[in-house]
């Protein structure tokens, strides 16, 4: 079996798989195609990858010679035309929201594989990259809004008099948050994290972080440990909390994401406009609508003094180790896939193959990707 592996698009500096990777995976026993170029922006020539073993070559040829296709970012729905007609694709499809692109897919009759919708159970952690990918968010957005401040994150005692700490909101718990609490405290920041789990709060405290509590959140087992939709009751005692928080705070870090919905809107213009000036917001739920109502995807505005920076690409800003992590998830992943000769076998009664599974030849396998698109 042809595994193929594309250069990612020009926004995008991760690989999926470092040459490392490339090893582990050929004793899968399988070949491994690599577009020549697709390492460079990851630090990796392609002369490391042919010495791991793997065959480079051009795009065109990847696509048509690969029976499996992994990417970071899906390719390009008019190069579907490309490919096998059995071939297997393997991406982050974010299908909850890419409905035409799911709807491509099933009209070429191809088997897919969605990297942000395996099932968070035990089993699957070793193969999640929106975990992974949000460790590398959460600290890189805390080392951003170090650098962005007019101020020191810890205390200082000198003899020019104390400097005391910077105050950290952090909106959201899940791994980016709980990770930007982590890197905060080692900076020396005094932390304030908000979630609306309160079964978040003993993990956040362990951090060295203060939760800041509203009672009279929902929750949902069913959800998977993701946040789910708040009554308006709840979302306006929230409303309340966070702008007290917020305007004695020097920087936001806000993390609070909905899969497959927009971004909940926790920080109102009239906030902003009270927060200090040279505060800083930091927005990586950019890419989903925001956390911020005054945030813009991949840019920073200012507003009375506060930066307001949306930015969802932080993993691509720090190619190399993110490259690694998100190749070792999809490693693991496939030795569910793939048996001792190199062969695609997949077993649809394994509860993690059949999760992120979106389509498999003229159907649509997940059943929350199915309620969004058939109706």
């Known amino acids: ?20 990777a490339v090893k582990e995976l050929k004793k899968l026993g399988v070949s491994v195609l690599i577009e020549s170029g697709a390492g460079e922006r990851s630090f990796s020539s392609n002369q490391q990858y042919l010495e791991e073993g793997a065959e480079i070559s051009d795009r065109k040829s990847v696509l048509s010679k690969s029976d499996l296709i992994i990417s970071i970012n899906p390719i390009e729905i008019q190069e579907l035309a490309d490919v096998k007609a059995d071939v297997v694709l393997i991406s982050a499809f974010n299908p909850l929201a890419n409905h035409d692109y799911v709807n491509a897919i099933l009209q070429k009759q191809l088997t897919s594989f969605s990297l942000d919708m395996i099932p968070r159970v035990t089993r699957g952690q070793a193969m999640d990259i929106l975990s992974s990918m949000a460790t590398v968010a959460g600290y890189r957005a805390v080392l951003d809004a170090a650098m962005r401040l007019p101020k020191f994150f810890p205390m200082f005692m000198t003899a020019a008099g104390t400097i005391t700490p910077a105050k950290i909101l952090i909106l959201g718990a899940g791994v980016a948050g709980l990770q930007a609490v982590a890197t905060s405290r080692k900076l020396g920041a005094q932390v304030f994290v908000f979630d609306v789990r309160p079964e978040v709060k003993e993990q956040v405290m362990s951090l060295g972080g203060k939760f800041v509590e509203v009672e009279g959140a929902l929750s949902d087992v069913a959800a998977g440990g993701y946040a789910v939709e708040q009554t308006e009751d709840f ?23 909905i899969p497959g919905k927009k971004a909940p809107l926790l920080i109102k213009k009239e906030t902003v406009e009270a927060m200090k000036p040279g505060s800083v917001i930091i927005d990586i739920a950019a890419s989903t609508g925001g956390n ?12 009375n003094g506060v930066q307001i920076v949306g930015q969802s690409l932080y993993p691509s800003t720090m190619p190399m180790d993110a490259s690694k992590m998100f190749g070792k998830n999809v490693i693991n992943l496939l030795k569910l896939m793939v048996d001792k000769t190199g062969t695609l076998q997949l077993n649809f009664d394994d509860e993690i193959v059949a999760g992120c599974c979106i389509t498999h030849k003229n159907e649509i396998i997940n059943q929350r990707v199915k309620s969004l698109i058939i109706k």
């Open 1 to 20: 079996m042809n595994i193929g592996i594309i250069k990612e698009p020009i926004h995008e500096n991760r690989v999926v798989l470092l040459p490392e």
């Open 235 to 257: 979302k306006l005692r929230q409303q309340e909390a966070i702008h007290n928080q917020a305007i004695k705070s020097d920087v936001l870090i806000c993390t609070a994401q």
């Open 292 to 303: 911020c109502e005054l945030t813009i995807d991949k840019e920073t505005v200012m507003v």
